[in-house]
């Protein structure tokens, strides 16, 4: 059964980078077809798919967030990896990791697509 843990800061400061970690249990990262993303959820408000870094390695942005935002991985650790740089009070979300096999350009950004996903860990954003 795989299962998908954030770990990370709850509290950053305006301006610093946000880092977040997602270890993956009982699957590869690299398993083939397999997408692994962040996906958040501010207060009041409904998710948001951050991006995507797939099996390959190759990796898949919002957009609206590309400009802020970079995953990697550590195939070593089976891990991967959330930045979000130049962080706002606007940041302050529930952030997801999650993970889907088989999901197309057209599915990535779904989040009711991924099969697995993590409890979600709270960000805040106050100096």
């Known amino acids: 059964q795989v299962q998908l843990q954030e770990s990370g800061p709850g509290l950053v400061k305006p301006s610093q980078t946000l880092s977040l970690t997602c270890t993956v249990s009982?699957?590869?990262?690299?398993?083939?077809?397999?997408?692994w993303s962040w996906i958040r959820q501010p207060p009041g408000k409904g998710l948001e798919w951050m991006g995507t870094?797939?099996?390959?390695?190759?990796?898949f942005y919002n957009p609206s967030l590309k400009s802020r935002t970079s995953i990697s991985r550590d195939t070593s650790k089976n891990q991967f990896t959330l930045q979000l740089r130049s962080v706002s009070p606007e940041d302050r979300a529930v952030y997801y990791c999650?993970?889907?096999?088989?999901?197309?350009?057209?599915?990535?950004?779904?989040?009711?697509?991924?099969?697995?996903r993590g409890q979600g860990t709270q960000v805040t954003v106050s100096s």
């Open positions: 999650a993970g889907g096999n088989g999901l197309t350009m057209s599915t990535i950004s779904k989040a009711d697509k991924y099969t697995y």
């Open positions: 009982g699957g590869s990262i690299t398993a083939n077809y397999a997408y």
């Open positions: 870094i797939a099996y390959s390695g190759t990796t």
